[in-house]
């Protein structure tokens, strides 16, 4: 009988971990029911607390709540790239060379102590581990995955990522590229074995996005080309729907929350949340108990409205195609699948 491998996925807002059962992908559901886990973590003075119980307490813990972690593991950070990370987060952090460190303060112990991304990384990484060991009721402590990595993490980024799964408790047999699990997942370099295959792979993030063209021949993959870009993300979106929010509360109360950090994440969690529910139904109610200065904020958001708020954004979405193939010199139509 062949041991069960498991593929791991960590990007800067989720994180997943899959399994191949009767030749298909299945993507497992952590404890909560939920095939992706928020890749958040918070410390407080006795635990760590990893996906969606953390990412709440970024309105109350913000400062011991950490988020966007994948993107310290790259080894080629530049300096604005550092700046934004010390910008978008609330945790107090240390810049050297080598790594950025974040600094918890624990209140009752009154003493602040340091990790690094790679620590943050295992943290979320054992969470899956414990998904994986209780989806196949296995005792045995060395569990087999594939790590995936963007294109664009270079040798020592990928060391750092094989370092936090190790330490998390996994065996990694192979690192292998986003785009290409893909396709992998979908079985496309099999089911076409003679034939040259192009196929466009996107991506669409929290913080950014990625386009990459890959050329199959004979079931291998080899990548033509690939754009990052942080231009487009997922987050785009959901502050356009917390702007309008926004004018609503100024429109109706006149009130101006943007100076209260709490009221503005208890708005955007509000945000997430409706845009999930859109996905499934014509509309949703939008309710922030205690918004701001204790007015209970209630407002509905029809799938219409919504999609005439984003639809600007979305067209310069699709900016990191346009570019891949104007870069590589491929037509539209010399792309077989997507």
Known sequence: MSKTVFGLYLGNSSASIGICRDGKVE???NEAGDRVTPAVVTFSDT????GAAAKSRLISQAKNTIIKNKRALNTELTETDIETIVRETKVDIATSKDMIEYKISYQESSRVKAFNPIQVATLILKTLYGIAKSAIHSEDETIDCVLLAPVFFNHESRKRVRKAAQDAGW???HVINEPCAAVLGYNINTSQPEHNVKVLVYRCGGISCDATIIDIQHGLL???DSIHSTEFGGEKIVKKLVAHLQEEIQRKYRLDISDSHRSVAKLRAAAETCMHVLSTLQ???VFVESLYDGLDFHHNVSRARFESLIGGLLTSFVQP????LSRSNITHDQINKV
């Open 283 to 285: 509309s949703s109610n």
């Open 27 to 29: 993507i497992l559901a």
């Open 222 to 224: 080899s990548i033509v």
């Open 47 to 50: 635990e760590e607390v990893v």
């Open 321 to 324: 195609i346009e570019d891949v």
């Open 171 to 173: 065996n990694v047999l």
